[in-house]
């Protein structure tokens, strides 16, 4: 395994042994996951301003992807609020 491999599974470690943490400490809630979402979505904004693609010349198969993920994301957030809610996740 190369170094950066094995750099990035430690980060991908804390960063998910983080979220767990913020998770158990604070209320989950829809517009908590919202925020989030919105603040990364933000975050990678700016590589669509210096991207030589043009948003208007995705196809339309492009932004069907886009509806789908977005959508099953919301099913993934609020299964996932409901599971912090009903079930002790540190077992």
Do not use: E
């Amino acid at each position: 395994m190369s170094l950066l491999a094995f750099i990035l599974i430690v980060l991908s470690a804390g960063f998910h042994a983080t979220w767990n943490l913020l998770a158990k400490k604070t209320t989950m809630t829809f517009p908590f996951y919202a925020i989030i979402c919105t603040t990364s979505c933000l975050m990678w904004l700016h590589v669509q301003l210096w991207t030589p693609v043009p948003i208007w010349s995705l196809p339309v198969s492009f932004w069907l992807c886009i509806v789908f993920t977005v959508s099953s994301d919301v099913l993934y957030c609020c299964g996932l609020i409901h599971s912090y809610r009903c079930l002790d996740m540190s077992t």
